[in-house]
């Protein structure tokens, strides 16, 4: 195979996925690569239609899988046999997290976390763009909601999003081009109670993901969700969006992608002479062998921490503290969401309705907090929003025990038995970008193809905490003043990393003094070097940051077009 590209993008998850259907479409030749193994879109979702029944421990984790894989495991995702293959081995891919634990969930295959992702697409907007700068925190981000906000537009019409418009500021209407998953009836009353009760602007509102809830989308027969709620486990439908279904489709689609699976990207080859990058050095995870590919333009996607691994590894004589570190802040400030605090209860009326139909999507519970006016808050800045549901009680009963051994007149009972209503909410919030929260290399410990382990040494702090209190108060006084019973407010100790929104290490900013990549996550000094995933965040706002990640790939990209063609890059 020839070893010479337009482009190289490394990574196929949610932004890798995006770069390469924007190149190819614009014409490079592109070199796809993938550390992990291939999974094909249907035909590699092997739990896909299978019930508990079909799995030898009824669908809960193995004491053999928990000694393969105890940190994935110990956030409460990776619980099941039926979607652990998509998770790494933590065997045979350590990292190191010191006193401060961390966890890193990752999955090495074609597609990613593109396939195990919640679908959650908020945007970002001026509230969360201009708040480092106006509350003098870290450093401003170099991009406006204005400079973002035809690529968001760009990227909901391709994917397929669902929700509704409310004319809030801070919770951007959208171009809904589908219909979206209906609130319950209990929903509603909570909606309606909100707006009689509260005077802050809070609001619930439908749960906005990408799923596709009519017709059909771009990609490999993406058509309309089937309401499985099997989502995890990868869906044969494409119903909701991942690269394996969509953009890498669309992307073969163009003849101009070649896609290399089971392949480790570990450095960036830096030319001295022309001040650029010149390719990749990757080892084969199957023989073991070395190889080196080249490009005109490289597109790291690799997730926060993997991009910004393969930064610090880059070492030359340019750079001796790693690709583009001019400003040392390769590996700073680290941030996540943190959450696992909210409240649920019990809710007496509406006992002649019910629900039908596994829907993948709640309610959302926009940002309310330091907004401005009244909402400002004395002892934190920032803010979070609630991810939610109601559903009536029996709507479990199909995975239940009982249902497994029961049949006849037995099962009929069961499935009609009236039961309660319930509801619960937790809270997702904004962590500071703190320059000490961060990662590093241990070349001391390395893995299986001798490469060095990550280190992370990350907390949350004062700020954080005081706003976790507000997130369990607010979100049990929700619910009491909708009319619900036995309240139960909670918080869980949350540990950095959990929310698997890994952000900054490689952030954006004006200066190259104070930043790793410019307006449009461009290298500052290494120019035809992109880093278009969770790395580049300058804050990490409330928001799940997945959209936000395709929206600066696709604007990217389009900016990397139009530099080659000038000869600027």
Known sequence: MDNNFDAIVVGTGISGGWAAKELTEKGLKTLVLERGRMVKHIEDYPTANMDPWDFEAGDTITQDALKRQPKQSRTGYVNSESSRHFFVDDIEHPYNDDENKFNWIRGYHVGGRSLTWGRHTYRLTDLDFEANLKDGIAIDWPIRYKDISPWYDYVDRFIGVQGRNEGISHFPDRKFLLKPFGLNILENHMRDSFSKNFSDGRILSNARTAHVTEGTKPGLGRVSCQLRNRCMRGCQYGAYFSSNSSTLPVAEATGNMTLMPNSIVHEIIYDEGTKKAKGVRVIDSENNKS??????????????????????????????????????????????????????????????????????????????????????????????????????????????????????????????????????????????????????????????????????????????????????????????????????????????????????????????????????????????????????????????????????????????VDELNKQNI
């Not at 809270?427 to 893995?447: C, R, S, T, V």
């Open 291 to 560: 190889y080196e590919y080249f490009a005109k333009v490289i597109f790291l996607c690799s997730s926060a921490i993997a991009s910004t691994s393969i930064l610090m590894q880059s070492k030359s004589n340019r750079f001796p503290n790693g690709l583009g570190n001019d400003s040392g802040e390769l590996g700073h400030n680290l941030m996540d969401h943190h959450f696992q605090v909210g409240a649920s209860g019990r809710f007496d009326g509406f006992k002649n309705k019910t629900t039908y139909g596994r829907r993948p999507a709640g309610y959302y519970i926009p940002r309310f907090r330091n907004i401005g006016g009244k909402t400002n808050q004395k002892d934190f800045i920032r803010g979070y929003g609630y991810q939610g549901a109601a559903s009536r009680g029996f709507m479990g009963i199909a995975n239940s025990k009982e249902e497994m051994v029961s049949y006849g007149p037995r099962l009929k009972e069961i499935i009609v038995q009236p039961n309660e209503w319930t509801a619960g909410h937790g809270a997702f919030g904004e962590i500071l970008p703190y320059h000490d929260n961060k990662m590093e290399l241990d070349y001391d410990k390395k893995d299986k193809w001798g490469l060095p382990t990550v280190t992370f040494n990350a907390t949350i702090r004062e700020n954080e905490r005081a706003m976790r209190k507000d997130m369990r108060q607010q979100a049990a006084e929700m619910l009491e003043r909708s009319g619900f019973k036995d309240i139960y407010d909670w918080e869980d100790k949350y540990v950095f990393g959990n929310g698997i929104h890994e952000m900054g290490t490689a952030r954006m900013g004006h200066d190259p003094k104070t930043s790793v990549l410019n307006k449009f996550n461009q290298v500052h000094s290494v120019k035809n070097v992109y880093v278009t995933d969770g790395a580049s965040m300058t804050s990490s706002g409330c928001q799940n940051p997945s959209i936000t990640y395709m929206a600066l790939t696709a604007r990217a990209a389009n900016h990397a």
